[in-house]
């Protein structure tokens, strides 16, 4: 069975930086992975899908990278704001299913 | 363009009753999904339904049944409401029936089970 593990659970940084998010999975056999946004008491918005034959996605100031032979993803978030305050999911399908780690929760301090 | 639609919003229930829960998307995507959401828990999926006229057992379907009306319907139903099935479910969708697909979530129903 597929388990998703991200680390760390939660995290606080300063407004501006730089900042890793990570993923990881047991099974490399997968068709996507794809990162989401949580905001408190709200449904998961997508923001990522990293197909497997593919390395990276971009958009605006995130981009997430794929490296199925170690079974890793990570979500990088560049000159962070307090806005990108929520909780990031990241969900991996081997096919039809999709399992999901339990979120990174992030808090931007202004 | 609704994308995914759920209803309702907030349900209280006492042991033993039943209910439905209701999901439609109209963005004419062949799969979809229903998760519950619990504390530290991530999403575990109930069950999906890969294209009209098929359903599937997920990690955790015991409890629950489940209804592919048509395209674009998608129903949960509780028989008999257990505490232990407080949550937030979520309806999923995705355009085919692969894996190659970007998922889009409905805004949740919370549910509470007394």
């Known amino acids: 069975k597929q388990e998703v593990t991200q680390i760390p659970a939660a995290l606080s940084v300063p407004e501006g930086e730089n900042l890793v998010l990570n993923c990881s999975f047991t099974?490399?056999?997968?068709?996507?992975l794809q990162w989401f946004r949580q905001d408190p008491g709200k449904g998961l918005t997508s923001l990522l899908l990293?197909?497997?034959?593919?390395r990276e996605q971009t958009s605006g100031r995130l981009n997430a990278s794929l490296d199925k032979s170690s079974g890793r993803s990570t979500l990088y978030i560049a000159a962070s704001q307090p806005g990108d305050s929520a909780t990031y999911l990241c969900?991996?399908?081997?096919?039809?299913?999709?399992?999901f780690g339990s979120g990174t929760k992030l808090n931007v301090k202004p | 363009n609704a994308g995914v639609t759920q209803t309702p919003k907030f349900q209280v229930l006492k042991t033993g009753q039943s209910m439905t829960l209701q999901c439609a998307q109209d963005?004419?995507?062949?799969?979809m999904y229903w998760y519950r959401q619990d504390p530290g828990m991530g999403l575990r999926l109930i069950y999906y339904?890969?294209?009209?006229?098929?359903?599937d057992k997920g990690e955790v379907p015991n409890g629950y049944n489940v209804s592919r009306l048509n395209k674009r319907e998608f129903s949960l139903r509780l028989e008999s409401a257990a505490p232990s099935q407080t949550s937030v479910y979520f309806c999923?969708?995705?355009?085919?029936?692969?894996?190659?697909?970007?998922?889009?979530f409905g805004p949740g129903t919370r549910l509470t089970v007394l």
């Open positions: 999923a969708s995705t355009p085919g029936t692969s894996g190659y697909n970007e998922q889009f």
């Open positions: 099974d490399s056999a997968i068709y996507n």
């Open positions: 990293i197909q497997s034959s593919q």
């Open positions: 969900a991996v399908s081997p096919f039809n299913k999709f399992y």
């Open positions: 963005m004419n995507h062949n799969s």
């Open positions: 339904s890969a294209s009209e006229g098929t359903t």
